[in-house]
């Protein structure tokens, strides 16, 4: 079975622009997860979808936005990028269970750099 | 916010054993541990719910103290495979998974 999915693989940018980044979750997955890392630090939480609706989102600014779509797959979007948003982007997939929580499925993520 | 890892970083021998641990300031729903290896995707260990119920690799384990919002993962008999940085994540029940800085295991022959 493919795992999660995300492209592009690296993307460089300069100040000002905007990007987005794609993500496939594993099959039969409904709920998405976007997570900033930078370098050194553990994931920091951004948005998790479910059923193309918004479940929770971290503490990001609104340049920050995210969308998920009816095959579940979901983009994550940028605006008036900052230098201090290069970071590696995970994308994670999970079952919805009764919990709020399920195991998270890592996808490899996209290395953003900022120049 | 974020829950506190210790140790920052523990260097073993193959065989031997360790504990790392994760605390939180607030009560906690649930608690995830993840290793990631250099370069990789963090790759799910397991997880522990308030109440009790566990789900996670066999060759893991791992403990919830839910009145000190404290969990412990023990790594033991080493293994060379074991190296990596190991995350916990906790969440209060609001689908934000918040993660600590990590600690790093360095597992030496």
């Known amino acids: 079975d493919a795992g999660v999915t995300q492209s592009p693989t690296h993307l460089i940018k300069t100040r000002g622009q905007h990007v987005t980044l794609r993500c496939s979750p594993i099959?039969?997955?409904?709920?998405v997860s976007w997570y900033q890392q930078v370098l050194g630090q553990g994931p920091q939480f951004i948005f998790q979808?479910?059923?193309?609706?918004?479940?929770g989102r971290g503490n990001f600014p609104d340049r920050f936005s995210a969308r998920q779509f009816p095959n579940y797959s979901s983009e994550l979007n940028v605006n008036a990028l900052l230098l201090g948003d290069s970071a590696l982007y995970l994308c994670?997939?999970?079952?919805?269970?009764?919990?709020?929580?399920?195991?998270?499925?890592f996808g490899p993520g996209t290395r953003l750099t900022v120049l | 916010q974020q829950p506190v890892q210790s140790p920052q970083a523990v260097i073993l021998r193959e065989g031997e054993d360790a504990v790392i641990n994760c605390s939180s300031s607030?009560?906690?729903?649930?608690v995830h541990w993840y290793r990631q290896k250099h370069g990789e995707a963090p790759v799910f260990l397991m997880i522990?719910?308030?109440?009790?119920e566990q789900k996670g690799h066999d060759k893991i384990s791992a403990s919830f103290n839910e009145k000190k919002q404290q969990s412990s993962l023990y790594l033991t008999a080493s293994q060379l495979s074991y190296s990596g940085t190991y995350f916990c994540?906790?969440?209060?029940?609001?689908?934000?998974?918040?993660f600590g800085a990590g600690t790093t295991v360095t597992v030496r022959a």
């Open positions: 994670a997939s999970s079952l919805p269970s009764g919990s709020s929580y399920n195991e998270q499925f």
């Open positions: 099959s039969g997955h409904k709920s």
């Open positions: 979808y479910y059923e193309k609706e918004e479940r």
């Open positions: 607030k009560a906690l729903y649930s």
């Open positions: 522990l719910l308030k109440g009790g």
């Open positions: 994540g906790t969440e209060i029940r609001d689908y934000k998974l918040s």
